[in-house]
């Protein structure tokens, strides 16, 4: 794999199947393709915190008050992408920007929450996006490579099929 491969990967992390789910820049002669959900996600984070740190004080507010609005604006995005991600059923790019900017100002209000629950909140945000990945897609790239193995050494094909 060449390092365009390898740029190609972290910055649209998916197949060129699916470029669909990312936002094409061309700057000279040279395209870029960026995931459209995390460019959203990403750059609303950077902008939020900054607005958070600079602007908006969100220190007077109670602390259940910061985290039902951070919940409320971040649920979405995990609820958008978990079932693109279960079923199959695709979003547009529209709904990807739109609930990762969610996302983003979501995560950004975390981070200015007491310490222990910020840490738990945040740990917790980020085991269900494991769970999602691992039930959506590493059960499904494994199962591919499972049928693959099983057909080059010729083993009969079985669903006993066991998860690490």
Not at 61 to 85: C, D, E, F, N, Y
Not at 118 to 145: P, S
Request: proline share 3%.
């Amino acid at each position: 794999m060449d390092l365009k491969e390898i740029a190609f990967m972290l910055l649209a992390h998916h197949s060129r199947d699916d470029l669909s789910h990312t936002i094409r820049i061309s700057i000279k002669s040279h395209e870029f393709y960026l995931c459209a959900r995390c460019t959203a996600i990403y750059s609303s984070l950077v902008v939020s915190a900054l607005i958070f740190a600079f602007l908006i004080d969100l220190s007077p507010l109670q602390t259940w008050i910061r985290v039902v609005l951070a919940l409320t604006a971040g649920t979405p995005v995990i609820l958008s992408w978990g079932k693109q991600t279960l079923t199959g059923r695709q979003n547009s790019n529209r709904t990807r920007i739109l609930t990762g900017i969610g996302g983003g100002i979501g995560l950004a209000m975390l981070f200015y929450l007491p310490t222990p629950l910020r840490e738990l909140l945040i740990f917790g945000i980020f085991g269900i996006v494991f769970l999602i990945l691992y039930f959506g897609k590493i059960r499904k790239y494994k199962k591919n490579y499972r049928k693959v193995l099983d057909e080059e050494l010729n083993l009969p094909q079985t669903n006993n099929f066991v998860a690490f």
